[in-house]
């Protein structure tokens, strides 16, 4: 069914749903050079059959974009700039862990994402509970 | 959906085409959900008749039987009534009441006042109107009700799905094939976010929060008990930032600086912050806002994973791209931020987590990735492993069992008007929604090419625009009571007189949600988006 991939030296097809709705069309992704070339409906998809809307097929280009963030920030003199992985795991590590040290946990909220998949929302609700120790997290399933 | 004890369409997709009645109540699912709209009109090809009930005259009623206008949140007033209706004609179903429900005379009383003659006064629907589209319903052999965020985004929306449940309880449209209750879901993965338990009251797999026999399941899976005091909601914790309760805050993927109600005040909470983390794939205005950034992934195509769309189907995305520079799956950075916090987290992969909610999630257990993608995605709930299991196409059958135990209640619900009406000062009544080609704040549909109509309007009648002195094109300042925007003006036949509509996609052009107000659903938290009341001042003349 729908787990093949095919590929080439520099080009690729990968079957995978759409994000844009909660319908959950497949889609076929044609990907060349590490960026995509082509999206189109996957007939194979028991929801859509092949069918994609005008935002399933041609909305995808923020993807490729140059407005995507592609290192961690973190706020030094007010302003944002570029840092390492390490640096900014360290600075949320180091202030979490002080701001839970002296407020406690229900001082902590997070704002989970009905975009991303399960398993990160697994992760950001397991996060909460176990590492902050809180239940303050919610996903924008009322917006 | 509380009556049911799951949050979820009670439906499939596949359905639409092989019922006899479609309501789209609130939902202008032809250009939001235009996929579903397919299936519903293959449905109408196949003998279903539809029914539109919307404030606007959408493209979708030229398919309809009946275009019902009701006005903006008057939704239950004008369900109230089929049910009463529906009761006084002797129209409903007494077996199911009688064997499958509880609180039937409760919602018999409460309906009685809700006479045709009375609805049309608050819903501006003919009486007779009311009677023929509540015969409909309940003379249909099977029925299903869509609804989005036309229900949804009120103070009282939470009440308005109530309404909305009642009808299909007293009708027996529900737990059979062709018949039942579709809520349309607006974001890709809002039917997961829940099921997986990033919600303040439930757990992973729909466990209540405190339930003995979840957290004890929980705790055996992750070694440490699950935290005993009930979580805050987003609106709720938005409150606690107020009060400085809240001080530090994890935002995934999501830009509340900008798309929630009375945006201005949003900000101000964000900035109060003591520590403030977001992880996205843009500098959204609330990334701009963060003491750290974390550059995340767009999930469908440069993660692998999983999403649950909106019958319960859950499916494989694949990673085929390579996240921009340092950018990473956003499952991979909670673990990062685990462990860098002293938790010894070893998920070497996206399946290796999944394997773990099928621990904890007895709906999901028997959905592996092996499944899925044999298969291609699977409606929860399904529990076995083996391939023989392969999930539900529709839920809540056991009600026509003589042995069902689990009642389904009605929950009787009053009408109340909107927070805020029109008034001197404020004479029009703003509503908002989606465009066909454009998402939520525009963070991924700004960058399309070739596309028309990329900027934000107002829409209005051609006799109000009249009444103001404005033609197509002109500018025009809105203002509410927490601030304004200026757009151009689109007179549209959609609309109906005292009433505008705005979306939210352009908010770098227009901030819509400066406009909205933050009148809150106390059950369920959404905010009332779809009214609130403004004033529209020519600002300049089109050019000519």
Request: hydrophobic content about 35%; overall charge negative; charged content about 25%.
């Amino acid at each position: 069914m729908q787990t093949e991939t095919q590929s080439t030296d520099h080009a690729k097809t990968v079957d995978t749903i759409c994000s844009f709705c909660g319908t959950g069309c497949g889609l076929r992704v044609t990907i060349e050079d590490n960026r995509i070339t082509t999206v189109k409906g996957d007939k194979n998809n028991p929801v859509s059959h092949g069918e994609t809307c005008i935002k399933g097929a041609m909305g995808w280009g923020y993807v490729n974009s140059d407005k995507r963030i592609t290192t961690p920030l973190i706020r030094k003199n007010g302003e944002l700039v570029e840092a390492s992985w390490d640096e900014a795991l360290d600075l949320i590590a180091d202030r979490f862990g002080s701001i839970k040290e002296k407020y406690g946990p229900d001082a902590f909220g997070c704002f989970s994402s009905s975009r991303s998949t399960n398993e990160l929302n697994y992760l950001a609700a397991k996060f909460m509970r176990t590492i902050i120790g809180t239940n303050n997290i919610d996903s924008c399933n009322r917006t | 959906m509380a009556v049911f004890g799951t949050g979820a369409a009670t439906t499939s997709y596949e359905e639409l085409e092989h019922t006899d009645l479609i309501i789209a109540w609130g939902s202008n699912t032809q250009e939001c959900h235009p996929i579903i709209f397919n299936h519903m009109r293959r449905g109408i090809k196949n003998g279903a008749k539809m029914i539109v009930i919307d404030p606007r005259k959408i493209d979708q009623t030229k398919l309809a039987e009946k275009w019902l206008p009701v006005r903006v949140g008057t939704d239950i007033a004008l369900a109230n009534a089929m049910g009463h209706v529906i009761i006084k004609e002797n129209l409903y179903h007494k077996e199911f009441v009688e064997q499958a429900t509880e609180h039937f005379e409760a919602y018999k009383q409460a309906v009685e006042k809700y006479s045709p003659e009375e609805a049309e006064k608050i819903t501006g629907i003919k009486a007779e109107d009311i009677r023929e589209v509540a015969r409909m319903y309940a003379k249909a052999d099977r029925a299903i009700i869509n609804w989005t965020l036309g229900i949804t985004e009120h103070h009282n929306g939470t009440e308005n799905v109530f309404a909305l449940i009642n009808l299909a309880l007293l009708t027996g449209h529900i737990g059979k094939y062709g018949s039942g209750l579709n809520p349309l879901r607006g974001q890709n993965n809002v039917q997961g976010g829940g099921d997986m338990g990033a919600l303040p009251n439930r757990l992973t797999g729909g466990w209540d929060f405190d339930d003995p026999e979840g957290t004890k399941l929980f705790e055996k899976v992750w070694g440490v008990p699950v935290p005993p005091k009930e979580g805050k909601h987003q609106s709720a914790m938005l409150d606690a930032m107020d009060k400085k309760e809240i001080r530090a805050l994890y935002v995934i993927g999501e830009n509340p600086v900008q798309s929630d109600a009375n945006g201005n005040h949003v900000k101000s909470l964000f900035e109060g912050l003591d520590f403030l983390v977001v992880q996205d794939i843009i500098m959204t205005k609330t990334a701009r806002m963060a003491d750290v950034v974390l550059p995340g992934a767009a999930s469908w195509i440069e993660t692998d994973g999983t999403f649950t769309n909106g019958e319960r189907r859950v499916q494989r995305v694949r990673q085929g791209l390579k996240p921009p520079g340092e950018a990473r799956p956003d499952h991979v950075i909670v673990q990062d931020m685990a462990n860098r916090m002293g938790a010894n987290w070893n998920y070497s992969s996206a399946e290796d987590i999944w394997n773990e909610i099928r621990l904890v999630a007895p709906n999901f257990a028997g959905i592996t990735y092996e499944k899925m993608d044999k298969f291609g995605g699977i409606q929860w709930p399904c529990r076995d492993a083996d391939d023989s299991d392969r999930g539900v196409k529709y839920l809540h059958e056991r009600l026509w069992s003589d042995t069902n135990e689990k009642k389904a209640p009605f929950h009787p619900v009053e009408y109340q008007a909107p927070i805020e009406l029109p008034d001197e000062d404020y004479p029009f009544q703003l509503t908002t929604g989606r465009r066909l080609q454009f998402y939520n704040t525009g963070v991924q549909t700004q960058d399309y090419k070739k596309i028309k109509n990329a900027e934000e309007y107002l829409e209005i009648c051609e006799a109000d625009a009249k009444k103001l002195g404005l033609a197509d094109g002109d500018i025009v300042k809105v203002s509410s009571r927490r601030g304004e925007v200026t757009v151009k003006t689109k007179i549209s036949k959609k609309m109906s007189p005292g009433l505008v509509f705005m979306t939210f996609h352009f908010p770098e052009l227009a901030e819509t949600n400066v406009l909205t107000i933050n009148a809150i659903d106390p059950k369920a938290g959404t905010a009332e988006f779809k009214s609130c009341a403004v004033r529209i001042e020519k600002v300049e003349q089109a050019a000519s």
